[in-house]
T-cell receptor
Framework: DTGVSQNPRHKITKRGQNVTFRCDPI?????LYWYRQTLGQGPEFLTY????????KSRLLSDRFSAERPKGSFSTLEIQRTEQGDSAMYLC??????????????FGPGTRLTVL | KNQVEQSPQSLIILEGKNCTLQ??????????LRWYKQDTGRGPVSLTI???SENTKSNGRYTATLDADTKQSSLHITASQLSDSASYIC????????????WGAGTKLIIKP
């Protein structure tokens, strides 16, 4: 397994456009997380899935943001009507479900979004 | 309010020197504490994890300490190398919510030759 992968790595879009990012987790991991990170800050939690169920969403996840994990494997994060404030690195991570060490999150390389 | 604060915000040291990064947290109830290393433009990578009963955990040249009474942790880097240049993020897990992780803002470490 090559780890968590994310596509695209970079996305430049105009304000008002919709964008969709994809995350492929480590295959045996049943938890998947989305984060947003801006320069000089730690990752901000957006949402997470256990298998196909979306268990928690942050208040940061406005109604313009939606995430899916339809078959409990890959996930997509869509941002509608993008705004310049959405410019950030979007990170995906995955982990196993239970146990102190088992929930160590393994991160993908991120998708850097620039909204012009 | 559950918070994780890290200091310093940034640090520059010469290659070969040691350094210590600090993490103070107000997270309760506490489950465990992790240190992550994040290279520029990459996702974070886990370095160490410590539970309530652990005081010290090492991973090569990285040594993390935890004082659960004072709610403080440190990450000590010995004999720094240029590849240690990165952001180091402290993350505390609580058992209080579904998601459970409280992230610090990180310390940006720059190693100069």
């Amino acid at each position: 397994d090559t780890g968590v992968s994310q596509n695209p790595r970079h996305k430049i879009t105009k304000r008002g456009q919709n964008v969709t990012f994809r995350c492929d987790p480590i295959s045996e991991h049943n938890r998947l997380y989305w984060y947003r990170q801006t320069l000089g800050q730690g990752p901000e939690f957006l949402t997470y899935f256990q298998n196909e169920a979306q268990l928690e969403k942050s208040r940061l996840l406005s109604d313009r943001f939606s995430a899916e994990r339809p078959k409990g494997s890959f996930s997509t994060l869509e941002i509608q009507r993008t705004e310049q404030g959405d410019s950030a690195m979007y990170l995906c991570a995955s982990s196993l479900e239970a146990g102190v060490g088992a929930d160590t999150q393994y991160f993908g390389p991120g998708t850097r979004l620039t909204v012009l | 309010k559950n918070q994780v604060e890290q200091s310093p915000q940034s640090l520059i040291i010469l290659e070969g020197k040691n350094c210590t990064l600090q993490c103070n947290y107000t997270v309760s109830p506490f489950s465990n504490l992790r240190w992550y290393k994040q290279d520029t433009g990459r996702g974070p990578v886990s370095l160490t994890i410590m539970t309530f009963s652990e005081n010290t955990k090492s991973n090569g040249r990285y040594t993390a300490t935890l004082d659960a009474d004072t709610k403080q942790s440190s990450l000590h880097i010995t004999a720094s190398q240029l590849s240690d240049s990165a952001s180091y993020i402290c993350v505390v897990r609580t058992i209080y919510s579904n998601y459970q992780l409280i992230w610090g803002a990180g310390t940006k470490l720059i190693i100069k030759p």
